[in-house]
Nanobody, 120 residues
């Protein structure tokens, strides 16, 4: 059984920084794209950033220049470093990964979500 376990998140003041991490575990053959999405109350879930196995990253316009996504393929882990945080970044952040598990079809997996609150 494949699982995504997130860590990080919490409360930070505007202008502050926070880091998230997400580790995939289980019978994994290969992981394709990994990324982060977020959902604020009353809003749809939106893409924050995604990174390919080869390290090519794509960001939402709203976070470009402030957030940085990276991954460690040996550890099946993706990271999100968030700098210059704004109140508008407040949301539940979800880890996502497209995984080909052993003896299972390739499909999307999601983490349980972690709350990020930016407030003074």
């Amino acid at each position: 059984q494949v699982q995504l376990v997130e860590s990080g998140g919490g409360l930070v003041q505007p202008g502050g920084s926070l880091g998230l991490s997400c580790a995939a575990s289980g019978s994994i053959f290969t992981i394709n794209k990994m990324g982060w999405y977020r959902q604020a109350p009353g809003n749809q879930r939106e893409l924050v950033a995604v990174i390919t196995f080869g390290g090519i990253a794509v960001y939402a316009d709203s976070v470009k220049g402030r957030f940085s996504i990276s991954r460690d393929n040996a550890k099946n882990t993706v990271y999100l470093q968030m700098n210059s945080l704004k109140p508008g970044d407040t949301a539940v952040y979800y880890c996502h990964a497209n995984i080909h598990a052993i003896l299972a079809p390739q499909k999307d997996y999601w983490g349980q979500g972690t709350q990020v609150t930016v407030s003074s």
